[in-house]
């Protein structure tokens, strides 16, 4: 019988609610052993009139644009609050990548277009093939969302409002959790967001959360990601190609095989 591959090993998650459990899914299915300490907490803005301005007027919009499947789930679930039920015939919609596509899927609002890179210039490539001057974007995002869409949309002629529809908040400690990560770290540790990595800091405190990653290696998903790592002084062990949890945990799987050591903190 062939062993697991990540069999014996800890491997960190940092992500919160049903996102956690499908990365802890995911690592059980392989052998591994999630250790689940979620550094983030989503929660609506503290503003939501700018989304519901935005819900009054859906129809003046070309496309609505997505790029994670938490904006799909905070974007739907106050349209539901507030009585829309669906965008209006003509309005597209964009995917960032295919978590996100099977959430619309899931909600009932497929995805016209998907990215072939799923990342925000993947996303605006695949625009840029369906034309973006003159058109009239909504973009739903969190509220520390990078400027890349936008930006990269009134650089092709599009006009972009953006609106924050979730924003990351800090969880409460798990101090159980904690102590067994501060005791024996995990064999990696595994980041999503630039939030979730210095959240980290926030929950362990600063020395701890320093000691953990110098002995563990670090998995990022994204180049966000992996610059706000790099401004700690530490080095990015995992990175993979594609964007979503299943790409990580190829990489995750892929770097444990190699049997290197890892370059742990640059200092």
């Avoid at 059980?28 to 009139?49: M, N, Q, S």
């Avoid at 909600?107 to 840029?128: C, Q």
């Avoid at 650089?155 to 959790?177: F, I, M, T």
């Avoid at 401004?231 to 990175?239: N, Q, S, T």
Wanted: with cysteine.
């Amino acid at each position: 019988m062939r062993k697991m591959s990540l069999s014996g090993k800890r491997i960190l998650v940092t992500r919160g609610g049903e996102q956690a459990e499908e990365l802890a899914a995911m690592i059980r299915k392989r052998g591994g052993d999630p250790v689940i300490f979620p550094t983030i907490r989503l929660v609506p803005p503290e503003d939501t009139a700018p989304i519901d301005r935005a819900l009054s007027r859906l129809s003046s919009f070309d496309w609505i644009l997505f790029a994670s499947a938490n904006a799909v789930r905070f974007f739907f679930g106050r349209a539901a609050e507030v009585g829309v039920s669906r965008p209006p015939g003509g309005v597209r919609v964009a995917s960032v990548g295919p978590g996100t596509s099977r959430e619309l899927l899931r909600i009932g609002f497929p995805a016209d277009l998907t990215a072939l890179l799923h990342t925000a210039e993947g996303l605006v490539d695949a625009l840029r093939s369906e034309g973006i001057a003159g058109k009239r974007f909504l973009l739903p995002r969190a509220a520390e969302g990078r400027e890349t869409i936008p930006a990269e949309i009134r650089r092709h002629g599009g006009s972009v409002e953006e609106v924050a529809v979730y924003r990351n908040g800090l969880p409460e400690k798990d101090e159980r959790a904690a102590r067994e990560i501060i005791a024996k770290p995990p064999d990696v540790c595994t980041f999503a967001s630039p939030s979730a990595f210095r959240n980290f800091f926030l929950l362990l405190g600063e020395r701890e959360a320093s000691d953990v990653l110098s002995r563990s290696l670090l998995a990022a998903i994204g180049e966000v990601t992996a610059r706000a790592i790099a401004k700690k002084k530490f080095a990015v062990d995992i990175m993979p190609e594609k964007y979503t949890l299943e790409g990580m945990m190829e990489a995750i799987e892929a770097r444990l095989a190699s049997h290197k050591p890892h370059g742990g903190p640059d200092r």
